[in-house]
């Protein structure tokens, strides 16, 4: 896909100007018009609509057939033959399901995030699909939001690689990537979906936009508005992001469209009167397509005659869309249905397994519980629903995920055990909600007569997603309570958490002896699951996003600023501990909760592993740079354990003061390598001074010199340091 500016100038002159010359006015606003398919048939209103230019592009229409022809009307009976965007939610996968993009995130593994991109987009261009409302790249602190299942979670660097990564895989194979929701809307106040984002400038643009700036570089083709309102003005109808920052400061050539129905909901807001003052507002401020509601259809025409609206913005904006489908090759295309290709579907589920593998995270592993050995196993019970349910294990955005193609963890663990061990099953509860403790006692009899119970428990797909938030992160239902009554039985228990976000572990996280979390995993949730159980491989997931103790510590992040009065272990003080009458500056005088104390339950980039990582020999290249310098960092990483391994090593910064205040760490670089047993490798890491730039107090953004901190190793947490300044 062209994205050099020389060759969108030459799209420009060669097929857009042209193009937009010969189009009347009712051709460009059904440029900017998006309309919903009806399923698998053209209605005659449609084909009619298509036929007449008063369609840009089409939402929801998967059928190969349908789709090509809706294609054909267009190119071959409309007036100018102009191709339609065919869009759809290919959020994960498409056939093949890949975990939720929050586990994907946990993989750290940008390449394998790219390949998948790339078969769900072969995948979905075989329905004729050729534009994606994905990567979702909007920051979510706050686990409450059902739509964390579908970020990165909580932090910008790693957002940005991973989006950038799904933006190639999609573009590369033949589909156009959109990047949504621009901007702010994970920010949703008390993680209620489409609430209210307030967030400072300052903020606004050293975190939520950064992975909106970095694809907008790797020339992502669409960016899609957002629901919220931010800071007072609906994303749909705001001028500062749409303007100022992605057409001005980033010089974006793509095109914008809105969500769903958004611009009409600008008079939801109480931001505008009516749809009329909608249109005004939404046009004005750049959205160029406006998805299903019919606010431009209606109304651009009067307003341009008014003299409201000029006709030299209208052809601006038919110009981003028209360029988008060129820069897609939609115009070279013929449009037949195409055929499914044969043989593929192996690999693509090579690639989920892998993934979802990979997505894993390793949580607690007391005696070394896992890995389990089938030569020492006689015996496993299988426990909870999720553990047997193709279905729930796909995740939020499977519209047209096959759940045949579904591997449960049940049907996997049976298949590893067979003829070596005897697998017992029981399902416990109906559902994830279910409060029916009736399948207990049956649970109860399958956990004492094995060795050990691995527990499949968390929240069906439906509790996450979009509209799907919880103000509660506890395990829904009776699941805590199953845990307890099982705990009894004295036997190892092993839980697998299947989730579309952060849960609150800490009332099960004692009773249970060992935790993988393994998000929704996708079609092959199976294998996965099962290679990690049974140590065919090793965990080598990473929390992407940081785990609360308890909701009330939310929102909590690694990356948040230092404070004033930062706590310690030596300030913080237990609520039982406080002595009655205690003097008010007795106590902590340091940012902490006196339930919950200030650290979290596990915090970002952790996970543990079969094998043992050690970190040593932090060198750095220069103890000194300039600002057009970079700095090497090197580190020894050792497998000082007995299993091959795959580690994420990661490099956090701290610019340690600065004219804003800046947070206590960064995310700047990470990598995946695995070593053998006793392996030892040097890695190498490169700072650049770009990497050190922030957006100071008047929103520029530069590199400030002074000195810098930077740690290395497994988490967040990673305690070997070094300094070194920026002259
Ligand atoms: C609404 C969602 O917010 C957005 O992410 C999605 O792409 C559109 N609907 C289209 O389905």
């Not at 939520?208 to 790797?218: S, T, W």
């Not at 090497?632 to 701290?654: F, K, M, P």
């Not at 957006?695 to 497994?714: A, M, N, S």
């Amino acid at each position: 896909m062209p994205e050099h500016p020389a060759s969108l100038n030459s799209l420009k002159q060669s097929l857009v100007n042209p193009l937009l010359e010969q189009m009347t006015l009712p051709e460009k606003i059904g440029q900017m018009c998006q309309v919903n398919g009806a399923g698998g048939w053209v209605p005659e209103d449609l084909a009619e609509a298509v036929r007449n230019g008063q369609v840009g592009s089409v939402i929801n229409e998967v059928d190969a057939e349908t789709v090509a022809s809706l294609q054909k009307i267009a190119v071959e009976e409309s007036r100018l033959g102009i191709p339609l965007l065919i869009g759809r939610d290919v959020i994960h996968g498409f056939k093949t399901i890949f975990p939720i993009p929050l586990g994907q995130a946990a993989s750290w593994n940008p390449e394998l995030v790219e390949q998948a991109a790339g078969i769900a987009a072969i995948e979905a261009a075989c329905a004729g699909i050729n534009w994606t409302f994905s990567p979702m790249i909007d920051i979510s602190r706050d686990p409450r939001w059902g739509r964390i299942a579908e970020s990165f979670g909580e932090d910008p660097h790693l957002t940005s690689e991973l989006g950038t990564a799904m933006v190639r895989g999609y573009q590369d194979n033949g589909i156009g990537a959109c990047a949504k929701h621009f901007a702010g809307y994970g920010a949703s106040q008390s993680g209620r979906d489409y609430f209210t984002t307030e967030i400072p400038e300052n903020e606004l643009r050293n975190v939520y936009l950064e992975p909106f700036r970095a694809v907008a570089k790797a020339g992502v083709a669409s960016f899609m508005t957002g629901f919220n309102d931010l800071n007072g003005v609906p994303a749909s109808g705001n001028e500062f992001l749409l303007q100022q920052v992605l057409r001005e400061e980033w010089q974006y050539p793509g095109m914008v469209v809105s969500d769903w129905e958004s611009i009409s909901q600008l008079t939801t807001h109480g931001f505008t009167a009516d749809d009329r003052e909608a249109a005004f507002e939404a046009l004005n401020a750049g959205v160029d397509m406006e998805m299903v509601s019919r606010t431009y259809a209606d109304h651009l025409a009067s307003l341009l005659e008014e003299g409201r609206l000029s006709i030299a913005k209208i052809d601006a904006m038919v110009a981003n869309i028209l360029l988008t489908k060129a820069r897609l090759g939609l115009f070279d295309q013929t449009f037949t249905a195409s055929v499914s290709e044969g043989g593929k579907q192996e690999l693509a589920l090579e690639q989920a397994r892998q993934l979802a593998a990979q997505s894993c995270v390793l949580l607690k592993n007391n005696g070394q519980c896992l890995p389990l050995r089938p030569q020492q196993l006689k015996s496993l019970a299988v426990i909870g629903q999720l553990a047997d349910d193709g279905y729930e294990q796909l995740g939020t955005w499977i519209f047209d995920g096959d759940e045949r193609l579904s591997e449960t963890p049940l049907q996997s663990i049976r298949a590893h055990l067979d003829g070596v061990a005897e697998v017992r099953y029981a399902k416990a509860l109906e559902t994830s909600r279910s409060q029916d403790q009736s399948g207990f006692d049956d649970a109860v009899s399958v956990v004492e007569q094995a060795q050990a119970a691995v527990l499949f428990l968390g929240e069906e797909s439906i509790l996450s997603g979009e509209a799907h938030c919880r103000a509660d992160l506890d395990l829904p239902g009776c699941q805590a309570a199953l845990v307890e009554r099982l705990s009894r039985i004295g036997k190892p228990l092993i839980l697998v958490v299947m989730a579309g976000r952060p849960l609150t572990l800490a009332p099960v996280l004692e009773q249970v002896d060992a935790v993988l979390y393994a998000w929704h995993p996708g079609s092959m949730a199976g294998p996965a699951i099962s290679d990690l159980l049974f140590g065919l491989q090793s965990p080598s997931g990473k929390l992407p996003v940081t785990f609360p103790k308890v909701v009330g510590q939310i929102p909590i992040f690694y990356n948040h600023k230092h404070g004033g009065r930062p706590p310690s272990p030596e300030t913080v003080v237990h609520i039982d501990e406080i002595p009655v009458r205690a003097k008010q500056t007795s106590l902590g005088m340091s940012a902490f909760h006196l339930d919950a104390g200030y650290q979290p339950q596990f915090p970002f980039g952790f996970g543990l592993s079969y094998t043992r990582f050690d970190y040593r020999h932090l060198s750095l290249s220069h103890t000194e740079i300039t600002a057009d310098q970079s700095l090497t960092i090197e580190v020894e990483l050792e497998n000082s354990g007995d299993v091959a391994a795959e580690e994420v090593s990661q490099l956090y910064v701290r610019d340690l003061v600065g004219s804003v205040t800046r947070p206590v760490k960064e995310l700047k670089g990470f990598q995946r390598n695995r070593l053998l047993p006793g392996d030892v490798k040097t890695l190498q890491f490169t700072l650049t001074p770009e990497d050190l730039a922030f957006y100071d107090r008047k929103q520029q953004r530069l590199v400030e010199p002074g000195r810098f901190q930077i740690w290395v190793g497994g988490d967040s947490d990673a305690e070997l340091t070094a300094e070194f300044e920026l002259k």
